[in-house]
């Protein structure tokens, strides 16, 4: 059994001693549209963007509070969910001292940012059917294993994981766990995020990259306890999401049911997606998706892959990852899109 966990024991001694830089926003606050701001330099004619934006994107907060129903306190933005994974490197993982635990196949970014941070990586693969084999898992991992990534729903396999086995590592792993959601709003699946208070060592990152449709304006959301609010929040840099991000981010998550609408339309059209593709007679197998893309196993990945370019259609060539030789993912575009792809995949057949 695990020992209690306590964010002390597992933050860098360096974070630890940090004093965060205190910008001119920081140290004022409760500004009202009457007073004058002669504080942080800025230029003072009015162009929308000529004042510095908000460095805890109070508004924002409160608006994904009120959708996810998670307090504002547990919340912490980034510029991308791939800023706020390089934060919680930062603030828990020493260089050339700590290590991280990532499950492969799974998204390619974890190892990136290890190894930009010098952490060490221990990988242990998913299982055939692409589920976390927890024992495998806490075997590998020893008193330096600071981070356990779980994508779920996979990318690029497309599942969700079991969630006894989740609970399991989240029970049993010494360290942090982050659990990544960015597909979480095209599955059957709840988010960790309505559990944060049962697991202390939890970190949930979503984005409004996929579902939201927000990919172009960079903003990664990360839910955690407040004491990892806190650190987290020491060291991001103090204007990391600029003010266009929040104006955009608002507008766009108060239309009512527009993101609701959009997801049901991207699911439907997986289904559709995922009957055509069956159809086709040199893919031989299609993963069980529970996000907005679909992983299929195909005679020869990159000769396919090639062909499609060659018609003007991308998609991606998963066949070096592990357990994924011979795979291609692909987005569930619009209707319109989704039927080129098709025409041109089943013209490819004899060929
Ligand atoms: C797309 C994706 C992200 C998104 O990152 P952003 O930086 O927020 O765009 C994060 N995790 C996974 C697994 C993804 O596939």
Not at 67 to 72: L, S, T
Not at 173 to 189: L, M, N, R
């Amino acid at each position: 059994m695990k020992t209690k966990f306590d964010i002390k024991n597992i933050i860098r001694p360096t974070i630890k001693a940090l004093k965060p830089y205190s910008s001119a926003r920081d140290e004022f606050q409760g500004a009202t549209d009457d007073m004058v701001f002669l504080d942080a330099n800025e230029n003072p004619f009015e162009n929308g963007v000529n004042r510095y934006p908000d460095p805890q994107q109070g508004k924002l907060k409160a608006v994904l509070s009120k959708i996810k129903g998670i307090p504002a306190k547990n919340i912490l933005l980034g510029n991308g969910s791939d800023e706020v994974l390089d934060l919680v490197f930062r603030a828990f993982c020493e260089p050339n001292v700590d290590n991280i635990i990532t499950l492969p196949p799974t998204y390619g970014m974890y190892n990136v940012l290890a190894n930009i941070n010098a952490i060490d990586i221990k990988e242990v693969l998913l299982s055939e059917d692409f589920q976390p084999q927890v024992d495998k898992i806490l075997n590998a991992a020893n008193a330096q294993s600071k981070i356990l990534f779980l994508c779920s729903p996979n990318n690029p396999t497309g599942n969700s994981f079991n969630t006894s086995d989740m609970e399991a590592l989240l029970n049993n792993f010494q360290g942090i766990v982050v659990i990544d959601e960015a597909y979480i709003d095209f599955s059957k699946q709840k988010s960790w995020i309505h559990r944060l208070e049962e697991y202390p060592n939890l970190i949930v990152t979503q984005t409004l990259s996929k579902a939201y449709g927000m990919a172009g304006i960079r903003l990664g959301i990360c839910y955690a306890s407040a004491e990892i609010i806190t650190v987290l929040n020491t060291i991001k840099p103090p204007y990391n999401v600029n003010e266009l991000t929040q104006l955009k981010a608002i507008e766009q998550l108060t239309i009512k049911d527009l993101a609701k609408n959009q997801i049901n339309d991207i699911l439907k059209e997986r289904e559709v997606l995922i009957s055509e593709l069956k159809t086709v007679d040199f893919i031989s197998k299609i993963y069980p998706s529970d996000a907005n893309f679909v992983l299929a196993k195909v005679d020869d990945a990159t000769k396919r892959y090639n062909q499609l370019i060659k018609k003007g259609i991308v998609i991606r060539n998963r066949t070096t990852q592990p357990g994924c030789e011979n795979t291609l993912r692909f987005t569930v575009g619009t209707t319109v899109e989704n039927k080129i792809l098709i025409k041109a995949l089943k013209n490819l057949q004899s060929f």
